[in-house]
């Protein structure tokens, strides 16, 4: 019963943790640069790939007023960011 308990635990703390990882974004021009700033300090060749791609993309759904696509491409691209 308790190894049960642990796992729908572990469950729900990993598809919670992405929402809540999304939900601190702010999609504005002050977030937008940051996200710029932070992918240009980007070392790994293919995590700066994966984010210079969704750079744009975030920016044209500020652009277009969606919230909601425009915090999930920051996010994209804050996956390509370096662990610290």
Request: aromatic share 2%; proline share 4%.
């Amino acid at each position: 019963m308790f190894k049960e308990l642990l796992v729908a635990a572990a469950i729900s703390a990993a598809c919670v943790s992405p929402a809540l990882a999304q939900a601190d974004l702010v999609c504005d021009q002050a977030g937008m640069t940051k996200l710029e700033t932070d992918v240009g300090q980007i070392t790994d060749s293919g995590r700066k790939e994966m984010a210079q791609k969704e750079l744009p993309m975030a920016k044209e759904a500020l652009a277009a007023n969606d919230q909601e696509k425009c915090k999930t491409h920051m996010a994209n691209a804050m996956k390509g960011k370096d662990p610290m």
